[in-house]
């Protein structure tokens, strides 16, 4: 639900919480923390200028239309559906909450305790096919694709040319391109939500640099 439409009593929390707990981002308790804008591109950086000043330092920055390169950009369901649409992908909830994580664990001395009505985390799987027909048919189906993208939907996509000059880690390099960089995963989302609503998630760390 969007935050003007949502009960305000979510982001109510107990008198001796954290300042900024169970508030949405951009409330006034995280003004003392904001350290401005970061660096915004409209073209891809130079592959040195990311390596030495960027990646390096962990320092973040966005880049402006970086997809637009990708014929990934111009899909359409209909075209998901035909060419990609027997690929089997995982499904998860759309609003997630990470609370079942942590569930009956004592963190920092205290049991976390979780309301009946928490949703547990659910992960299943189904074509792509068959996602996107269900929800088509109904827009209030609280799931979303979260998965690893197939190898030929790769192929659509173009990996932004700063980011290949790296290099692998020792004992997993291509021989004879020692100067390839190592790529985790590549993430395929797919999100349908009725215009009132939004699919949510809550601020968290993820143990690999992101693009």
């Not at 995280?30 to 000043?53: A, I, N, Q, R, Y």
């Not at 996107?132 to 932004?160: L, R």
Request: glycine residues 6%; proline residues 8%; hydrophobic residues 30%.
């Amino acid at each position: 639900v969007r935050y003007e439409n949502r009960d305000q009593t979510i982001n109510t929390a107990p008198a001796d919480s954290p300042k900024g707990h169970l508030k949405p981002v951009g409330h006034p308790d995280f003004l003392d923390s904001w350290m401005g804008e970061v660096d915004t591109f409209t073209e891809p950086p130079h592959p040195e200028k990311f390596w030495k000043e960027y990646h390096k330092p962990r320092r973040p920055f966005l880049v402006k239309g970086g997809g637009l390169r990708s014929p990934a950009i111009n899909w359409t369901d209909e075209h998901i559906m035909a060419k990609f649409g027997d690929e089997v992908a995982k499904v998860e909830w759309r609003n997630e909450d990470r609370l079942t994580d942590y569930c009956g664990q004592k963190i920092k001395g205290k049991l976390i305790h979780c309301p009946k009505d928490t949703i547990p985390y659910v992960e299943s799987r189904t074509s792509i096919r068959n996602f996107i027909k269900t929800s088509a048919a109904n827009p209030e189906w609280a799931k979303y694709i979260i998965s690893q993208m197939p190898d030929d939907m790769g192929k659509d996509w173009a990996v932004p040319a700063f980011f290949n000059c790296g290099k692998r880690h020792d004992g997993d390099t291509v021989k004879g391109k020692p100067w390839m960089t190592q790529m985790y995963e590549n993430n395929f989302w797919y999100l349908r939500v009725p215009s009132n609503k939004m699919g949510t998630s809550v601020i968290h760390y993820d143990m690999n640099h992101q693009i």
